[in-house]
């Protein structure tokens, strides 16, 4: 069975601080990561993924696959980083494109 | 472009009632998902579509939930009847369907539904 966890339901920070959002996932396979976010009042979106190894809003996100972790980053917060940021686990045969998510944390980034 | 396109937003019932969500998803994506999301938790998938064959209804309980996707387009989630533990987000999701697990998946805005 696939799983998805995000040990902090609240994370909260100063602008300009670093921030981690900590995911970790259990998979027994090749797993396609993916970071959600969604904004106040606004539908929930794709952020990054793994594969395009790509840096949106200067956030960037590592797959470590021996520690099982997809922990999202960036070096300094903006206030308007503030929202709900999901992790998110796709792959395998049965499942296909079937997302699990973990449960989110929420980002405060106090002025 | 509108994106997913969810009605009603919001929805309050009596329980014991039906009740149903209609989904219009991007053009041309032939993947169309349905979540649920409860309060405090991540969205967990309903069942997925593939053109107009559902393809992933493992997690839909089916005494009382039915969805349909004539002509592989629009979509509709169906509770009857509804139960106090039925009140969450329903989301819908569409995605291209070309890339397997990394397809991109967008989202509609949710319909909220509050069984009293």
């Known amino acids: 069975a696939q799983r998805v966890t995000q040990p902090e339901k609240l994370l909260s920070v100063f602008k300009g601080a670093p921030v981690e959002l900590k995911c970790n996932y259990s998979y027994s396979g090749s797993p396609e990561l993916f970071w959600y976010v969604q904004y106040s009042r606004q539908r929930l979106q794709l952020l990054l993924r793994h594969i395009s190894r790509e840096s949106i809003k200067g956030f960037t996100a590592d797959l470590n696959k021996g520690e099982t972790s997809f922990h999202l980053k960036k070096p300094f917060a903006q206030e308007e980083d503030s929202a709900m940021y999901y992790c998110?686990?796709?792959?395998?045969?049965?499942?296909?494109?079937?997302?699990?998510f973990g449960e989110g944390t929420q980002l405060t980034v106090n002025p | 472009e509108a994106g997913v396109v969810q009605s009603p937003r919001y929805k309050i019932i009596e329980k014991k009632q039906p009740v149903a969500f209609w989904c219009n998803p991007i053009s041309g994506h032939n993947t169309l998902y349905w979540y649920l999301q409860n309060l405090g938790q991540g969205p967990e998938l309903l069942i997925r579509y593939e053109n107009e064959e559902a393809v992933d209804d493992s997690q839909l309980p089916k005494d009382r939930f039915s969805a349909e996707r004539l002509k592989g387009v629009d979509s509709t989630l169906k509770i009857q009847p509804a139960e106090l533990g039925d009140s969450a987000v329903y989301l819908c999701?569409?995605?291209?369907?070309?890339?397997?697990?990394?397809?991109?998946?967008?989202f509609g805005p949710g319909t909220r539904l509050t069984v009293l």
């Open positions: 999701a569409s995605s291209l369907g070309d890339f397997g697990p990394t397809d991109t998946q967008y």
């Open positions: 998110a686990l796709s792959g395998g045969e049965t499942s296909g494109s079937r997302l699990t």
